[in-house]
């Protein structure tokens, strides 16, 4: 009844709320995107975004349809791979960043663990500088992190808003150095972070320093500084730090896939990082979801 294409287009759209990063992700033209979801509405018989000029959001039956088109695409990929003999097999180094250890990454590692057991799948946890560093040296077949600054390349998956966060009764002094609770280089937060007190000339100071997203919350929660976060995975316990306090804007971070290119690693890896990547993205809204 449901085009998996047009399936496949709607969760992209759902899940950037965009339909020109959409048609990036998906290697289509925007036209082409607004044509699947338009058919998609016809077939349901109901609209599934709200949407003018300046922004897209999704209606109540689009985030019906959310669950409805995972579970369809999901059967169906099932399908294909069944009835075409064959199975996927062989060794996936996958790199996931720090930020997605809190939230629903384990469960669509479980589900793609489930649907190809035959795949030996070897997991890194880092932070997303040092992800990038390893993609580049070979030693990972794929990477979901953060993408640097003026960096174009990856397949987008989300965008979000970088914002200071810290404990709810957290003061800050104007005139004294910021207290920075920060990943070690090559941390792309960090180094985010710096930049933009630089650049404004406030004064900062180097408060707590970890490996461990779990040890900068604790520091944070125990009200030793701020840190800078992804507005919508901020842990419990922790808040925006009000405009009053004078911190300059982060802006806006992208989370991406990227591939890597293993030598002599054959089609194994590769089929198996670009159906790794598929769940990814298929279920990509349950990423920003903490667990």
């Known amino acids: 009844m449901y085009d998996p294409a047009q399936l496949r287009t709607f969760l992209a759209v759902a899940q950037t ?12 033209r925007q036209s082409t995107v607004s044509q699947h979801v338009r058919r998609l509405e016809d077939a349901t018989g109901r609209r599934l975004f709200s949407r003018d000029t300046h922004s897209v959001e999704l209606t ?8 409805f088109a995972r579970t369809i695409l999901q059967a169906h990929e099932r399908a294909s791979a069944f009835f075409a003999g064959t199975r996927l097999r062989g060794r996936l180094r996958f790199g996931a960043s720090e930020d997605f250890v809190l939230t629903r990454l384990p469960e669509i590692l479980e589900s793609f663990r489930r649907d190809h057991p035959e795949v030996d799948l070897e997991l890194t946890v880092e932070l997303s500088g040092t992800l990038h560093e390893r993609l580049e040296g070979g030693r990972l077949d794929l990477v979901l992190a953060k993408r640097r600054a003026g960096d174009t390349h990856g397949k987008l998956v989300w965008q979000d808003t970088l914002t200071w966060i810290g404990a709810p009764r957290l003061r800050l002094d104007p005139d004294r150095p910021v207290p920075l609770i920060v990943f070690p280089p090559p941390g792309i937060t960090r180094a985010r972070a710096l930049e933009v007190l630089e650049l404004h000339g406030r004064p900062w100071r180097i ?18 500084g701020v840190m800078a976060h992804t507005r919508g995975l ?8 009000p405009a009053r306090a004078g911190l300059p804007e982060l802006g806006d971070v992208d989370f991406v896939l990227l591939h890597g290119h293993r030598a002599g690693g054959g089609h194994g890896a590769q089929e198996a990082a670009d159906a790794l990547a598929t769940s990814i993205l298929a279920g990509g809204d349950r990423l920003y979801r903490l667990a």
């Open 17 to 28: 709320l965009s339909f020109t990063q959409a048609a990036h992700r998906l290697g289509l």
């Open 60 to 67: 109540e039956d689009g985030e019906a349809m959310l669950g």
């Open 207 to 224: 408060a707590c320093t970890s490996t461990s997203l779990s040890g900068l919350i604790a520091a944070a929660q125990a009200g030793l």
């Open 234 to 241: 901020i842990p419990p316990g922790l808040v925006p730090v």
